[in-house]
């Protein structure tokens, strides 16, 4: 069973970036069965979509977030990441990452999720 793991600081500071990685275990990302995804859930927002990565490399992103999101992926070890730039308090939250099944249109697998705070 594939299993996917968040990692990162817990604690930003504002305007630094936030850096995120997702492992996976149990399976590849590079099959193009699946998008790798990010989500966030905060109080004050709930759970919002951050942005993909497609078993290609192909990135997609909330609109809102496109200008400050990068998210990269590592093959060689079985990776991807989340960089979210100028954050704010606003972009606390808990950060979760995901993954979509395309053929099914769900996401079948999530990682527990990890608090960051961004606070000076």
């Known amino acids: 069973q594939v299993q996917l793991q968040e990692s990162g600081p817990g604690l930003v500071k504002p305007s630094q970036t936030l850096s995120l990685t997702c492992t996976v275990s149990?399976?590849?990302?590079?099959?193009?069965?699946?998008?790798w995804n990010w989500i966030r859930q905060s109080p004050e927002r709930g759970l919002e979509w951050v942005g993909l990565i497609g078993y290609d490399g192909t990135t997609g992103y909330r609109a809102s977030l496109k200008s400050r999101a990068s998210i990269s992926r590592d093959t060689s070890k079985n990776q991807f990441s989340l960089e979210l730039t100028a954050t704010t308090p606003d972009d606390t939250a808990v950060y979760y990452c995901?993954?979509?099944?395309?053929?099914?249109?769900?996401?079948?697998?999530w990682g527990q999720g990890t608090q960051v705070t961004v606070s000076s």
């Open positions: 149990g399976g590849s990302i590079t099959p193009s069965a699946y998008t």
């Open positions: 995901a993954r979509w099944k395309i053929s099914g249109q769900n996401y079948d697998s």
